[in-house]
């Protein structure tokens, strides 16, 4: 399957049906804190372009633009400020140049600012907060293109360049990317199921009994011996 194929895929599925099928597998920290929080319209759905940068970093740090070049059609461009409070770390022309390049959205446990042109752009942006000010005198990128780690709402989710991510009004989740495609097609097996018992239900069956009869997640294939099913 293309890569295209795969990202078309993930931008038809719920991350609430992605995140059920992870946990099913044993891929628990994968959903990202709720504390980061869309701007405009939350979905999201493409391949992670790492970059991580720190307050107290050597006084060049990394180009800015550098991480520009990186962006190839496709991406959701992920930034780990460690925590940044000093401002903004990505504004309007930063993002119009990266959808130029093709990027499809962008995450960040820091701040940006041009709220309203960025809620407003054909990107989703994820991010902690908004300032006017810019942090890039206080903040430098230390690396670019290599694994970051963001809050998760059951631990630490690491993020690696190639892994899939997923947003929707419900929160993001990331997809490791040697199990995407399995994840993809045990998500849409679990939709339909989804459906199925919300049907049996809206014609006077017992949600009990319709999750029962179902099977819910019977499909999936545990990578671990501690995984279990998600109850609902």
Same mark, same amino acid.
């Given at each position: 399957m293309?890569? #295209? &194929?795969?990202?078309? /895929?993930?931008? @038809?599925?719920e991350a609430?049906a992605?995140?059920?099928? =992870? *946990?099913? =597998?044993?891929?628990?920290? $994968?959903?990202?804190a709720?504390?980061?929080?869309?701007?405009?319209h939350?979905g999201?759905?493409?391949?992670?372009?790492?970059?991580e940068?720190?307050t107290d970093? %050597?006084?060049a740090?990394?180009p800015? +633009? %550098?991480l !520009?070049a990186?962006?190839?059609?496709?991406?959701?461009?992920?930034?780990?400020?460690?925590?940044?409070?000093?401002?903004?770390?990505?504004?309007?022309?930063m993002?119009?140049s990266?959808?130029q390049?093709?990027a499809r959205g +962008?995450?960040?446990?820091?701040g940006?600012?041009?709220r309203?042109?960025?809620? @407003?752009?054909a990107?989703?942006?994820?991010c #902690?907060y908004s300032?006017?000010?810019?942090a890039?005198?206080?903040?430098?990128?230390?690396?670019?293109? $290599?694994?970051?780690?963001?809050?998760g709402?059951?631990?630490?989710v690491t993020?690696r360049?190639g892994?899939l991510?997923?947003? !929707? %009004?419900?929160g *993001?989740?990331?997809?490791p990317? @040697?199990?995407?495609?399995q994840?993809i097609a045990?998500a849409e097996?679990? =939709? /339909?199921?989804e459906?199925?018992?919300k049907?049996?239900? @809206?014609?006077?069956g017992?949600?009990?009994?319709?999750?029962?009869?179902s099977? #819910?997640?019977?499909?999936?294939?545990?990578?671990t011996a501690k995984?279990e099913?998600?109850? &609902?």
């Amino acid at each position: 399957m293309s890569e #295209r &194929e795969l990202l078309d /895929r993930l931008s @038809e599925l719920e991350a609430a049906a992605a995140a059920d099928v =992870m *946990v099913a =597998m044993g891929l628990e920290n $994968q959903v990202l804190a709720p504390d980061l929080r869309p701007l405009g319209h939350p979905g999201m759905a493409g391949v992670a372009l790492c970059a991580e940068g720190r307050t107290d970093a %050597d006084a060049a740090g990394l180009p800015t +633009f %550098d991480l !520009d070049a990186l962006v190839t059609p496709g991406a959701v461009v992920v930034i780990r400020t460690a925590g940044c409070d000093k401002g903004a770390i990505i504004g309007d022309n930063m993002v119009t140049s990266m959808v130029q390049r093709g990027a499809r959205g +962008f995450l960040l446990d820091g701040g940006i600012r041009d709220r309203a042109a960025l809620a @407003e752009g054909a990107a989703a942006v994820w991010c #902690r907060y908004s300032s006017p000010i810019n942090a890039h005198r206080k903040w430098k990128y230390t690396a670019m293109n $290599q694994p970051v780690t963001l809050p998760g709402i059951w631990g630490a989710v690491t993020i690696r360049p190639g892994d899939l991510i997923l947003g !929707d %009004d419900d929160g *993001v989740c990331v997809l490791p990317q @040697e199990h995407a495609a399995q994840i993809i097609a045990d998500a849409e097996i679990h =939709m /339909r199921a989804e459906a199925e018992i919300k049907a049996a239900i @809206e014609a006077g069956g017992s949600r009990e009994s319709a999750t029962r009869a179902s099977r #819910r997640l019977q499909h999936v294939r545990p990578l671990t011996a501690k995984a279990e099913i998600p109850d &609902e």
